[in-house]
């Protein structure tokens, strides 16, 4: 493994708009299981079922996702050692941006500016309308769940939904507008925890590798994208992404 460390820290020794590019699998060290993992939640719930039309159709599924959100306590989870090193990385100036197609908001709180992340799949902060994006505060709608109502509709009579994007719904506008930014702007890419097999996200990563800047993949088990990475670390990104931006931080660029 030291060996392929050192190759991924010479592959991008010499870069300063790398795109980190990261999945479920970074926040599995802080107690968030991933989708396609071997814990992952697609073990034990089918994916059809996450889909916007089934959300709109089904109100039972609306009222199981609020009783989840607001009802079951959730443990606080903290941001990991990988989350600290991608802003550890930002810090450098070597990064043009994180995206992200996690909705957990750990990238946020281990210390990355807003600016540096592009959330392609949407977050928790924010409830929406679906039919005219009116915004809700996550508060006001949560004293209205507590209050009883099980199912909350906006004003305007159209049914409410977190920011987050399920399957067949169109991907945040200024999410994507800045990650595409990152991806035209970068020079090298880091993927991290993800399997890479969720579209169109992942084209974000794929094409900075199409433009054959250096692309190290660091996951545990494999990826869709393996035979285009320059380097690959297979291991737990909480130990291996820190040693990573510890060899980056020791060589300056220039
Ligand atoms: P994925 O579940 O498809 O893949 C995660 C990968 O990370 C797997 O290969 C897994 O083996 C690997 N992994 C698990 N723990 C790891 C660790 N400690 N270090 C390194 N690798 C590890 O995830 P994906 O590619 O992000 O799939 C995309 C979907 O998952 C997205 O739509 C995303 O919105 C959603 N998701 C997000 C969260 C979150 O916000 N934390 C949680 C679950 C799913």
Not at 167 to 172: A, C, R, V
Not at 204 to 217: E, G, K, N, S, T
Request: proline content about 6%.
């Amino acid at each position: 493994m030291e060996e392929l460390l050192e190759h991924a820290a010479a592959a991008l020794e010499d870069r300063t708009r790398i795109l980190v590019f990261t999945g479920a699998g970074i926040s599995t060290e802080s107690g968030i299981p991933d989708f396609r993992g071997p814990n992952g939640v697609w073990k034990t719930v089918d994916p059809k079922n996450f889909t916007l039309r089934h959300y709109v159709r089904d109100a039972d599924f609306r009222r199981a996702r609020w009783r989840r959100w607001f009802g079951e306590a959730p443990p606080d989870h903290e941001p990991n050692a990988a989350h600290m090193a991608v802003a550890d990385l930002w810090a450098t100036g070597r990064m043009v941006g994180c995206v992200t197609q996690n909705i957990d908001g750990l990238h946020i709180a281990g210390g990355l500016p807003a600016d540096a992340l592009a959330e392609v799949h949407g977050n928790a902060r924010a409830i929406e309308c679906l039919d005219r994006g009116h915004r809700h505060e996550v508060d006001a709608i949560r004293l209205r769940w507590l209050d009883g109502d099980l199912d909350p509709h906006c004003e305007c009579g159209s049914i409410l939904k977190s920011t987050v994007v399920l399957f067949g719904e169109q991907l945040p506008a200024a999410a994507t507008n800045r990650a595409g930014e990152f991806s035209r702007a970068a020079d090298a890419a880091i993927a991290v925890g993800s399997t890479i097999s969720v579209f169109p996200a992942a084209e974000f990563l794929l094409a900075v590798a199409d433009r054959r800047h250096p692309l190290i993949i660091l996951n545990m088990g494999p990826t869709d994208a393996d035979s285009l990475a320059t380097v690959r670390l297979e291991g737990k990104a909480g130990e291996l992404l820190p040693r990573l931006v510890e060899a980056l931080e020791a060589a300056p660029p220039g």
